[in-house]
């Protein structure tokens, strides 16, 4: 949530109406910037989404015995552990971000 009164991309005082719902940001540019990090965000979560996904897969299969998508993929289990681990940090990452964009 921005302080009242504040541009929630550049935090520069913002002159209110009186009429409407409060400004959020000092102009055009400031409100771009933000939908523009959103977009941003977005497309990398779905980004990392994907890859985890695929690497979640690839994980069943290698547990289940031995598939051509392991071989070809060839990873182990400990190395598809660490990458889901990283996955999963970064994920949680952007969506703070995100969820703190969305607030402003
Ligand atoms: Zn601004």
Do not use: F
Not at 18 to 44: D, Q, V
Not at 64 to 89: C, I, K, N
Request: net charge positive.
């Amino acid at each position: 949530m921005s302080a009242r009164g504040l541009c929630a991309t550049c935090r520069t005082s913002i002159r209110q109406s009186g009429r409407g719902r409060p400004a959020r940001y000092c102009g055009t540019p400031c409100r771009r910037a933000a939908e523009y990090r959103i977009k941003r965000l977005n497309r990398r979560i779905e980004r990392l989404e994907g890859t985890r996904d695929a690497l979640q897969l690839e994980r069943e299969q290698l547990k289940a015995g031995p598939s051509l998508l392991s071989m070809v993929a060839g990873h182990t289990l400990p190395e598809l552990d660490t990458r889901l681990a990283w996955l999963d940090e970064r994920l949680g990452h952007y969506e703070a971000e995100l969820i703190e964009a969305l607030a402003d």
